[in-house]
């Protein structure tokens, strides 16, 4: 039984969004957006910050390593950006009628958020696979996903009711994204020569602060959905929904990239890079973003499915990265074979 949890782990961050999650249900009335905290005004500096410390953090010096696999570039965006819309789309014509639009908005988001960075590296690394391209990768994902998440939202997102995109025009939208990600991101790029040993040398601190603004958000999120009765028309059932189709669309995921890096004759490091790269999507992007891009709109089942799709994608990806690196070559390290 240890042997088993320790392979298929749980995020105690996920521990903690349940947590903020029933504290929503119980009292909804503290963290919505007119609540006594104004956790929408809250949130909103919180989320500049994060951007910030990820601008100071990012090393563009890492990048160049990985910068001439085209292959390896084009199957984890295409995968991110092409492969994944187009899943979100036949969900939203399958479960139209039958599951809340919100839901199925909620997993297009999903679908068209770009990828992990942390989290894909560190599975890579773990799996003995080609680090340079995923850090080049996912630190690539995560800076078009600034403009293709927001376009791709706008293109196939336009309910409103209980849960669907309402953000505002595209203008609008972009402006947001400007002020509160994309010059945060490069005002903590500019500070980096100042802050980023400070950086460095304090992860943990910042992971943690990371972490807050997301609980905040979630917390806020849950809030509003309460007060807007969303929960008393969808029950258990809804939860269970969000868990089968989270699993489906990670399968299919990596399935894909799993076919498509063995189909065009990737080497074992390649692989192991595009399909943990090309099947993540990023919870700390995810959350605030959707803030930003579904206006007044209650968030509680946009949000839900990244929640579940992030528990989901640790478990089956640290099991798969152990596999990947069990069969490695011995001295196998994270270069990748020419």
């Known amino acids: 039984m240890k042997t088993l949890l320790n392979r298929l782990p749980v995020d105690g961050f996920v521990l903690l969004m349940i947590g903020t999650v029933v504290l929503a249900a119980l009292a909804p009335q503290i963290g919505a957006s007119d609540g006594p905290l104004h956790l929408d005004v809250v949130t909103e500096f919180g989320v500049a910050l994060v951007f ?20 390896l570039h084009l199957l984890v965006q295409l995968s991110t950006f092409g492969v994944f819309p187009l899943i979100g ?22 679908c068209a958020l770009p990828s992990t960075i942390s989290t894909s590296i560190a599975m890579t690394t773990m799996a003995r696979g080609n680090v340079s391209g995923a850090i080049f990768n996912a630190t690539l994902s995560s800076l078009l996903g600034m403009v293709v998440t927001p376009l791709l939202v706008n293109l196939f997102l336009h309910v409103g009711g209980d849960g669907g995109a309402s953000g505002g025009s595209m203008l609008d939208q972009f402006s947001k994204i400007a002020t509160q990600l994309f010059l945060p991101l490069v005002a903590g790029q500019i500070a980096r020569r100042w802050i980023g040993g400070w950086v460095a040398r304090n992860k943990s601190f ?33 939860l269970l929904q969000t868990g089968v189709l989270a ?47 579904m206006g007044d709109t209650p968030l509680g089942l946009i ?36």
């Not at 997301?214 to 008393?232: E, H, K, N, R």
């Open 303 to 338: 949000v839900l499915p990244i929640m579940f799709y992030h528990q989901l994608q640790l478990m089956v990806c640290t099991v798969m990265a152990q596999r990947y690196a069990a069969r490695a070559q011995p001295g196998a390290d994270g270069v990748p074979a020419r």
């Open 206 to 238: 910042v992971s943690k602060s990371d972490r807050l603004v997301i609980l905040l958000i979630v917390y806020s999120a849950f809030c509003d959905s309460t007060q807007a009765g969303i929960w008393s028309q969808y029950g258990a059932i809804t």
């Open 52 to 71: 910030f410390f990820a601008g100071a953090g990012l090393s563009f010096a890492n990048l160049k390593a990985g910068v001439t696999n085209w292959r």
């Open 89 to 110: 789309i036949a969900f939203m014509l399958i479960g139209r009628g039958w599951l809340p639009e919100g839901l199925l908005a909620g997993f297009f988001y999903l």
């Open 247 to 293: 699993l489906i669309l990670l399968a299919l995921a990596l399935s894909a990239t799993m076919f498509a890096a063995r189909r065009f004759g990737f080497s074992k490091e390649d692989e192991i890079a595009g399909v943990f790269c090309g099947s993540k999507k990023s919870l700390a992007v995810g959350i605030p973003m959707a803030k930003l891009l």
